[in-house]
């Protein structure tokens, strides 16, 4: 992977092709079994899309891997190293950026408040306080809005900002839970661009849940869900009208 975008690559990984492994994964709300027996993985540098219908535990699933929620059995490794048993924030030091569904940005900072606030998950402690060009190549909006509450940006703009926060930290896998829901279709496509010129520049590995067909196409792979089980995956140069219409709500 040539790498030509030096401020917010990711740092060398350890030597596997495998940025994030799930195995075995049994999650529960109290006694409600949510996910069941989930194995996914996104290899390193490509961008896999999580797709399923409302409900079947798809933000479940990116939570468990933030460490927000504690499987009752199975295994996660980033990069080849077990974080199983390590906190959100240690997760967010080794290099993963978490966009939550309903993207969560600080309505009373600044967009640039809410930029500089992503360098807390720097592993490299970075003294720093400038924000990279690359961010503004990525999404030209924030540039003109830096000074611009947070809470005053239109819906897509938060989003674009939401991912550009999480670039601030230098991940090496970006997790995002639909970015583009109740977002107008322009800037959709805007979005989708940008997160697929990420990979394709970065080498930033993606885990994406999104349900805009258009979206998942930018993916290289999908997992689908269905009442918690992956129940089906592959390229998604392969994917077929019946998956396409069984899990995705087109
Ligand atoms: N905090 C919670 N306590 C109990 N059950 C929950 C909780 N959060 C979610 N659930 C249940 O877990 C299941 C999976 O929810 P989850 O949010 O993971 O689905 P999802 O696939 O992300 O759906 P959507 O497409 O609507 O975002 C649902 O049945 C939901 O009702
Ligand atoms: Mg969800």
Redesign the pocket.
């Known amino acids: 992977m040539v790498s030509t975008n030096q401020a917010i690559a990711p740092e060398p990984s350890a030597p596997t092709q495998i940025m994030l492994q799930v195995s075995d994964l049994n999650v529960y709300?109290?006694e409600?079994h949510?996910?069941r027996t989930v194995d996914l993985s996104v290899p390193i540098g490509q961008m896999v899309c999580l797709i399923?219908?409302?409900?079947?535990?798809?933000?479940?699933?990116?939570?468990t891997i933030m460490g927000l929620l504690k499987p009752r059995t199975g295994t996660i490794s980033l990069a080849g190293e077990s974080i199983t048993e390590k906190s959100p924030d240690r997760r967010a030091k080794l290099g993963i950026g978490y966009v939550p569904?309903g993207r969560e940005i600080i309505p009373r900072l600044t967009v640039k408040e809410n930029l500089l606030l992503g360098l807390e998950a720097r592993r490299d402690r970075t003294r720093n306080q400038e924000i990279p060009e690359e961010i503004f190549t990525l999404f030209p909006v924030l540039k003109s809005m830096l000074s611009r509450m947070g809470g005053d940006l239109s819906g897509g703009q938060q989003q674009q900002l939401a991912i550009a926060r999480a670039l601030m930290g230098k991940p090496r896998l970006l997790v995002l839970?639909?970015p583009t829901?109740g977002i107008q279709p322009s800037i959709i496509l805007e979005i989708e661009a940008a997160v697929r010129r990420i990979v394709e520049s970065t080498g930033i590995s993606v885990l994406l849940?999104e349900?805009h067909l258009h979206f998942v196409r930018q993916a290289d792979r999908y997992y689908a869900?269905q009442k918690?089980g992956i129940v089906a995956s592959g390229a998604t140069s392969e994917l077929s009208n019946e998956v396409i219409q069984r899990f995705l709500a087109v």
Request: neutral net charge.
């Open positions: 709300y109290g409600s949510i996910l399923g219908r409302n409900g079947v535990g798809k933000t479940t699933l990116l939570k569904q839970d639909e829901e849940v349900q869900m918690g």
